[in-house]
Structures are given as structure tokens and as C-alpha cells.
């Protein structure tokens, strides 16, 4: 003991007491530092070592916020994160931990310490002794312990891991169930015994059966004002239900948890740790799962329907994907979505949607290709004669059963109303339940005691308020016609149904719903397409198989070509007429333009430059006639002279144009032609000429 003393005395220096000495505490869980209070006493007991090798009380510094902390890494221990900080500016002369595992039991963060105590100079001490990073053989033994902490604790973890995997292979590991399902007294898994919590979830698997979506079966709870329970797993109501509308993530959750199903599995999730000191998870596929028992426990579906609702979602993930397939039916026109093939590539087709006169017009492209690798376009389809014929072919298949398509639709619409407004009536139910033990706890205290009979009035007046709010709730949502279907609605489905290709037809019918009729009935279908035709092999869900050829739509420009009639109307009439009357003529005579509008100059214009007809200016001047200033320099008068000759008889002209302007035909040779100027004098009679040149003699 001596020399053990004398050397630890040689170790400690001036230079060491002169800086403060850390002591570190550390319990590994919550659990350990309220029942095991001896290793916190002898840990908090090592001041007096630091006392005794000469630090003083008031240079002692005690770190503790680490408690309940794990000393697996150094990322989430702020405490240690500290002390490494301060040993390493120098401020530390000596850190003292009970043992090296209440420092690290990871060689990386120990290792690192003592670097930085070797470069600082500063001591280590444990229950064990006092030690010098700096000097080889104490860092040795340091390293020693450090990597037989570390050894411990992967032993450590490697019994309880060794446990759990043999009660999980036997499927008797008790763990975590989700909401619905409880422990009875035995401990056996069954269902919640609340026929509220039982109806939720039940409603959650009927609703993904029959729109197969999640997000559709979200929406269906908010359209029916319905809501979902939650089991509190921390807080002062851990283990409590809370009520809460239904989120997308809480669906998914629920169809991909085999515990619904009555399977017991172990080993789904594999962490991992990043190398900032966080942690990943990862979803392994099932074959890689440690423990998978099917029929385990009583559940809310079969396993095979399970195994159906993971197709479905994985069909309808894949539809953001490279492959495009399955996608829940939307709300687009393209009757075919998500089920149309390549007939060139065998490549999934996608559709994309063109306006068309106000409307959207589906067309089916092969362009996964073009995409990855900068390609061109494998094909492209217009699907609006497609989306008609498989409509036909369907229609002439259905007909037959819609009758019996019909009642079984009614049924289902009135089961699943029945279903709602019962799930409804028991949230009023619950509610009534708390206000009556609210009631009961109330009348039960003494009055006297007002501390307590004032919370317990309020706790009962807070209760009747949420039965209110909860029977307001379901009588506004059973009387805004979620009920069960009456006669009279049976009936007029019914009557719909024996007409099954008005209802097909009716405008009113969402294409969401004809979407799903058509994967009821079809697998697949494939396109392929030529120089003129287009070819669709349709797969039904019975084994049949149906082709049918189409000719290729008309380009819109083709569409709105002008009609050959008109073209020819336009030619004939230009030999007599200007464009302003041959559309006058045609809208008479009832014909239109290419986009069905009535026919104005400007369209006759248009057709005369694109089909290059000859003008009807054109067609005068090749008869030969001539125009105002041509006539004019001809019969050497002026053009206002030549306009006057038209106007009286003397001369004529043709219009030629909508602008007033004419050609003129040339006149015959023996054309009388007026005098143009003044009039001549008339000559004076004989004797007043004698008279005259009388009296100019006399003059």
C-alpha cells in the first residue's frame, strides 16, 4: 500500500493541482439510478480520493448529467462531451471515474480521451488506481481496460439478445401491440374487448378492400366524420385511447402490421448507426425477417388477405416507379390507366392528356425508355377511340349481370352505411359512459370538502360538454343521408342497373368508378400501332381474349380541314363572285367552315391561298377584261370619264373585289362616244350677217 501511495503521490504535481480535478458519474438507465443507489454513492464517494491526493473541495467538479445515459457512444452524453472539451483547453488535472466503463465502453471515445489527457497532461483515476496517459505502460493498462469494458458490454448485449431471440422463435416475446389489439390476463393477444376500437379498425381493412387506396380510405373516414383511436405509449395517460382523425401514415402503418393479421413477427427493422452517431433504419424484405409466424393469435383479417393488401400496395408504389403499374384509378378520362402494354417493346404505357375543344383527350405513351436513355418515343396511341371500343365490349359483356351487379352494389352501399352510423353511435356511447362516472365520482364526495368536489364538478361539466359535442356530431352526420339505403334508393338503383349502358354513359358517373369496373374485368390490354390501324388485344379477367382493329383517328389538323364541298362550292362561284359574296352564298346554301363556324371572307381567302385557286380578279383578267386606268389610256379619256360611261350604260364592268374596284370589257369599235367639254355654239342666221358687216363698213 505503501508504494502504491508513494506512487501515486510521485504522479500528481504542482502543475496538476493547480487545475481542477473532474469527476465523472454515469448510470446506464433511468431504472438503474432509482434502485441502484450504491454504485451513485460509491461513484460520488471518489471526491474524497481527489481530496486526499490534494485537490481541495471547491476545485472538485462534479459531472452528472449523463444519468440514464448509455455509454454505448459519446453522441447523445453532453456531459462527457464536456469533459472531453475542458481536458483537452487544459483545464482538467485529473478526471476520476468509478470504473473505466463509467467513462466509455467504446474504444473509439476512450482511446480518444486518453490522447488528449496524454497531450494535456492530465491524470486518470478509477477505483483501481492512478494512472498517466502519458506513460506507456499506464496507457497500456488503460487500453487494456478500455477494450474489456467494451467486451462486456457487447456480452452483455449478446445474453439479452440471445433471450430474446429464443422467446421470439417460440413467438412468446412479449412486445409492443398496436391499437385494437390487447393482452388479456394470461397474456394472450386478442382483440379489444371496446366495440368502438374494434369497428375502426375493421372499417380501415373493408375500406382499403373496396377502393384499394390508402389515401382513399382517409378520405373516406373524413367524409363520414369518422374518427380513429390511438393508444398513449408515454405520459401520465400511457396505456389510455385517444380519438383523433385518421392520417395517411397511421393507414399504412396499419395494412403493413401482420400483427393485424394474427401473425407474431421479430427482426423486420435493421439499425444501423450513420457516421455522425445517429441511427437508420431499414426495412428488410420478409424473407429476411428472424421470426415470422402466421396464425399466431386471433387477428382482424386472414393472412390471405393480408398477403392481397401487400400486393396492392406494392402495385400501387410501383406506380411511381420505373414501371407504372396497378396505379389506383384516378380521376382522368384514360379509361385504361395503368393497364395498357406496349405491343413494340412490351414496356409499360404511360398516359399523358391534350386539350381538345375544352376537353382533355387521353393518349397512351411508351416512354419509360425515352427517358432512361434519351431515346426517342417507342409509340404513341390516341386513346379516345380505344377508351370507346373497350367501353362497347365492356358494355356488351356486363349487360347480362347487371342486374345481379346492381343488388349486390346496394347491399354493399347499405352495409357499409350501417357500418358507419354504428361506429358513429358509439363515440356518443363512450362519452355517455365518462359523464356518468364523472356523475358518480362527483355525488360520491362530501360536499364539505370543496377542494375536491369543485375539480370533480368541473371534470363532469367538461364531460357533459364532449357528450354534447359527440351527439351534435352524430345526429348532423346521420341525418346528411350517410344512412342506411331506403326502399326507394334500392329502387332507383335497381332501375339504373337494368339500363346498365345509360348509367355506363350517364355524364354524371364519376370515371374514378368506371376505372374500377374495368379492372374488375380487365388484366391487361396491349396496343400496338401501323401506317393506318391500331391493334388492341384485351386480356379479361375470365381468360378471355378480345382483339379488336381500329383505324387511327384523324390528326386535328384533318379534323378541322375544310370540307371538300365547300372547296368546290368556292371554286365554282369564284368565276362570278367575290369572296365577300360566295360566303354569303354558302352560309345561305347551310354549309360551314372546318371547326363547324359559319363562313366568313376571310376563310375564303384562307381556302383560295391553300387549295391555290385561281382569285376571281384573276379569273376576269384572263377573259380579258381590263382595268380603270388600262380602259382609260385605251379609249384616251379619263378614269372619272370611264366611271361615268359605266354608270350610264355606256360601258361594261364586273366587280372585281370586296374593296368596289371593277374590270372593264373593251368596247365595240362603232362605240358612239359622247362630246366631252362645252357644247358647240350654234351658227347665226344670213341676214344678221349682212346686218353685221354693214355696220362694221359704216363704222
Not at 122 to 127: A, G, K, P, S, V
Request: proline share 5%; with cysteine; net charge positive.
Amino acid at each position: 500500500m505503501r508504494t502504491h501511495a508513494a506512487n501515486a503521490a510521485g504522479k500528481v504535481t504542482h502543475e496538476h493541482l493547480r487545475r481542477e480535478a473532474y469527476l465523472y458519474v454515469r448510470q446506464s438507465s433511468l431504472k438503474q439510478v432509482l434502485s441502484n443507489t450504491e454504485s451513485a454513492t460509491r461513484q460520488y464517494a471518489l471526491r474524497g480520493r481527489a481530496v486526499a491526493l490534494g485537490w481541495t473541495e471547491s476545485q472538485i467538479i462534479v459531472i452528472d448529467t449523463d444519468q440514464g445515459q448509455s455509454g454505448a457512444s459519446a453522441a447523445d452524453r453532453e456531459g462527457f462531451q464536456r469533459l472531453v472539451a475542458d481536458v483537452g483547453m487544459g483545464r482538467a488535472g485529473i478526471v476520476l471515474g468509478l470504473e473505466v466503463s463509467r467513462l466509455a465502453r467504446n474504444n473509439t471515445d476512450w482511446h480518444r480521451l486518453l490522447e488528449i489527457c496524454a497531450l494535456t497532461g492530465t491524470l486518470i483515476c478509477d477505483e483501481d488506481g492512478l494512472y498517466d496517459p502519458a506513460d506507456f505502460n499506464d496507457r497500456l493498462l488503460l487500453g487494456l481496460k478500455g477494450t474489456m469494458s467494451e467486451a462486456e458490454l457487447h456480452f452483455l448485449k449478446a445474453r439479452l439478445r440471445g433471450g430474446q431471440l429464443s422467446k421470439a422463435r417460440r413467438g412468446e416475446l412479449v412486445m409492443p401491440l398496436p391499437v385494437g389489439l390487447i393482452r388479456d390476463g394470461t397474456g394472450a393477444v386478442t382483440l379489444d374487448p371496446d366495440a368502438s376500437v374494434q369497428g375502426a379498425v375493421r372499417r380501415v381493412f373493408d375500406t382499403f378492400t373496396a377502393t384499394g387506396s390508402a389515401l382513399a380510405v382517409v378520405k373516406a373516414f373524413a367524409a363520414d366524420q369518422l374518427l380513429f383511436p390511438r393508444r398513449l405509449a408515454t405520459g401520465p395517460r400511457k396505456g389510455e385511447l385517444s380519438w383523433g382523425e385518421l392520417e395517411h401514415s397511421r393507414v399504412l402503418q396499419i395494412l403493413h402490421n401482420p400483427r393485424y393479421a394474427g401473425a407474431f413477427f421479430y427482426g423486420r427493422n435493421a439499425h444501423a448507426r450513420k457516421p455522425g452517431g445517429g441511427q437508420t433504419t431499414r426495412v428488410l424484405p420478409r424473407e429476411e425477417w428472424t421470426v415470422l409466424i402466421t396464425d399466431a393469435h386471433v387477428g382482424y383479417i386472414t393472412w390471405e388477405r393480408f398477403e392481397a393488401n401487400q400486393a396492392r400496395l406494392t402495385a400501387n408504389a410501383t406506380a411511381h416507379g420505373t414501371d407504372r403499374r396497378a396505379s389506383p384509378p384516378r380521376e382522368g378520362p384514360a379509361l385504361l390507366q395503368g393497364l395498357v402494354l406496349c405491343g413494340k417493346c412490351g414496356g409499360r404505357m404511360t398516359v399523358r392528356y391534350h386539350q381538345r375543344k375544352n376537353q382533355l383527350t387521353p393518349e397512351y405513351v411508351c416512354q419509360s425508355e425515352g427517358i432512361k436513355r434519351g431515346k426517342a418515343i417507342c409509340q404513341r396511341v390516341p386513346g379516345a377511340s380505344i377508351d370507346t371500343a373497350v367501353g362497347t365490349l365492356l358494355l356488351d359483356t356486363l349487360t347480362p349481370l347487371a342486374l345481379q351487379t346492381a343488388l349486390a352494389v346496394s347491399d354493399e352501399l347499405t352495409a357499409r352505411a350501417e357500418d358507419a352510423d354504428r361506429i358513429r353511435a358509439t363515440t356518443v356511447q363512450r362519452a355517455q359512459y365518462h359523464a356518468d362516472l364523472a356523475r358518480r365520482r362527483y355525488l360520491a364526495v362530501d360536499p364539505a370538502n370543496r377542494l375536491v368536489a369543485d375539480q370533480l364538478e368541473a371534470a363532469w361539466n367538461a364531460a357533459l360538454r364532449d357528450l354534447s359535442e359527440a351527439t351534435e356530431t352524430y345526429e348532423r352526420a346521420h341525418n346528411s343521408h350517410n344512412g342506411p339505403l331506403n326502399q326507394a334508393q334500392r329502387d332507383k338503383v335497381t332501375a339504373l342497373a337494368s339500363d346498365f349502358p345509360a348509367l355506363w354513359n350517364n355524364p354524371n358517373t364519376p370515371m374514378r368508378e368506371r376505372k374500377r369496373i374495368v379492372r374488375l374485368l380487365v388484366t391487361d390490354a396491349t396496343l400496338a400501332r401501323n401506317d393506318t390501324t391500331i391493334t388492341v388485344h384485351i386480356r379479361l379477367r375470365g381468360g378471355q381474349d378480345h382483339t379488336l382493329t381500329l383505324p387511327i383517328p384523324l390528326a386535328s389538323w384533318q379534323i378541322r380541314q375544310t370540307p371538300t364541298e365547300v372547296v368546290t362550292a368556292v371554286d365554282t362561284l369564284l368565276d362570278e363572285h367575290t369572296d365577300s359574296e360566295i360566303a354569303t352564298i354558302l352560309t345561305g346554301q347551310g354549309l360551314t367552315s372546318g371547326t363547324g363556324g359559319p363562313l366568313h371572307p376571310g376563310i375564303i381567302r384562307h381556302i383560295r391561298h391553300a387549295y391555290q385557286l385561281r382569285s376571281h380578279t384573276q379569273r376576269l383578267r384572263d377573259q380579258g377584261l381590263l382595268t380603270l386606268n388600262e380602259i382609260a389610256r385605251h379609249l384616251n379619256i379619263s378614269p372619272n370619264t370611264v366611271k361615268t360611261w359605266r354608270n350610264n350604260g355606256l360601258l361594261t364592268g364586273k366587280r372585281a373585289n370586296d374593296k368596289g374596284e371593277y374590270l372593264y370589257q373593251l368596247p365595240s369599235p362603232d362605240l358612239a362616244r359622247p362630246r366631252i367639254g362645252r357644247p358647240p355654239r350654234k351658227p347665226a342666221p344670213a341676214n344678221e350677217t349682212t346686218t353685221a358687216s354693214t355696220t362694221r363698213s359704216a363704222v
